[in-house]
């Protein structure tokens, strides 16, 4: 969903990649709660965070505890930042309940990086 957000309001003004640490699929649920605001990720992919780990990056943006302990350092990055997100339920199921946390995660998502992105992520 990060990478998602991003993308849309960060514009051309930024080259975004996402992986993790456990790659699988990109959950059904939050590609149904991302169409909910407009903005479409059901072409995005998981991938590991090694298929990146050479690239150099302005900034790297851990969003996850589990990530910030267990990613790869990134030796070409300018700046590393951690924004801890709690992780929605690892569920495809799709009810209320489960949608109603994938949009807290969302919304908690999309305050901050659209602000992070207007600000040019400097403050």
């Known amino acids: 969903m990060a990478e998602g957000v991003l993308r849309h309001y960060g514009g051309k003004g930024y080259d975004v990649y996402s992986a993790g640490t456990c790659p699988s699929k990109v959950n059904p649920n939050a590609i149904h709660v991302m169409k909910e605001i407009g903005i479409d990720i059901s072409g995005h992919r998981s991938k590991h965070v090694d298929e990146l780990k050479d690239r150099p990056f302005d900034y790297?943006?851990?969003?996850?505890?589990?990530?910030?302990?267990?990613c790869p350092l990134f030796p070409g990055a300018k700046?590393?930042?951690?924004?801890?997100?709690?992780?929605?339920?690892?569920?495809?199921?799709?009810?209320?309940?489960?949608?109603?946390?994938?949009r807290k995660v969302r919304d908690m998502i999309l305050e901050k990086f659209k602000e992070a992105a207007k600000r040019g992520f400097e403050a």
């Open 60 to 70: 790297v943006i851990t969003v996850c505890d589990n990530a910030r302990e267990n």
């Open 79 to 102: 700046k590393q930042l951690h924004w801890s997100f709690p992780d929605p339920p690892q569920t495809d199921q799709a009810n209320e309940k489960v949608l109603g946390e994938f």
